[in-house]
């Protein structure tokens, strides 16, 4: 136990000589038109495939976005990369089942996992879900911890303890995003993320969680400070992203 974290922090001092992986015209064009108001935004599609055979190469370091269908996954990844289309494509026909690879900058990636019982499909390929997952999660070398998605007002189902678990028995950190937060009042919220904490203490004990809302876009920085610190992105990083465009 532990060798995973060892390995995620020698990967961290390793990151800026690892080779760049092209992105397309569309991330080309966006930096050239926007000013980057977050290092997510240039965040690109890679690739999306329906299982773990034709993955890009296992190298660098990619944080997973796991939920329920309707937890807020998709809202959240654009927040979060402050681009509205990015996540669409994971919505597009034919890519909902699939594990979509976003490249954040050179060998950095978020993945975007299938979101868990989307549409009516058979048990059999519920099933099929479940081991792609738990595959990913379980060899991915170059994952270093999962955001966990869940309705702030229908935490912990099923599913979410089950990648808990699968998080815990890997040695993978997980974060836990409470989405939809603007759906309570302040007082609920707080009692919310209060009781998850606690059940997350058997889950998941290293796990850490805070509330956040697409909406009113609160806990959009302390999301992107924790994958800041997975992926190794560092101050002066972020001074070296955001060139000319980003100073003005
Ligand atoms: P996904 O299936 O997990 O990707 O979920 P989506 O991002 O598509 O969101 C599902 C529904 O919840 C959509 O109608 C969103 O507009 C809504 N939603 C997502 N995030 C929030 C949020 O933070 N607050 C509110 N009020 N609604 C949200």
Redesign the pocket.
């Known amino acids: 136990m532990g060798s995973r974290r060892e390995a995620t922090g020698q990967l961290r001092t390793h990151l800026n000589s690892l080779e760049t992986t092209p992105c397309n015209d569309r991330c080309v064009v966006s930096n050239v038109l926007q000013p980057m108001k977050n290092h997510y935004q240039q965040s690109c599609f890679l690739l999306g495939i329906p299982d773990m055979r034709n993955a890009p190469a296992d190298s660098g370091a990619e944080v997973a976005f796991a939920?329920r269908?309707?937890?807020?996954?998709?809202?959240?990844l654009n927040v979060i990369t402050g681009q509205r289309s990015l996540?669409r494509i994971s919505?597009a026909p034919g890519r909902t089942r699939e594990i979509n690879f976003f490249v954040v900058r050179d060998n950095l990636r978020l993945v975007d996992l299938p979101?868990y019982g989307y549409a009516k499909v058979s048990k059999a390929i519920q099933k099929q879900w479940q081991q792609n997952i738990a595959r990913y999660l379980e060899t991915r070398q170059s994952l270093c911890g999962v955001f966990l998605?869940m309705d702030i007002r229908h935490p912990l189902k099923d599913f979410d303890q089950m990648v808990l678990r699968w998080c815990n028995a890997a040695d993978l950190p997980a974060h836990i995003l409470l989405?939809?937060?603007?759906?309570l009042k302040r007082g609920a919220a707080s009692a919310a993320l209060l009781q998850v904490r606690r059940q997350l203490q058997e889950l998941h004990p290293g796990s850490s969680l805070q509330l956040?809302?697409?909406?009113t876009r609160d806990g959009a920085d302390a999301a992107r400070a924790k994958l800041d610190d997975w992926l190794g992105i560092t101050e002066e990083d972020l001074h070296g992203l955001t060139g000319p465009v980003g100073d003005t």
């Open positions: 939920g269908s309707n937890a807020g996954k998709s809202s959240a996540a919505k979101g998605l989405t939809k937060a603007d759906k956040f809302s697409s909406l």
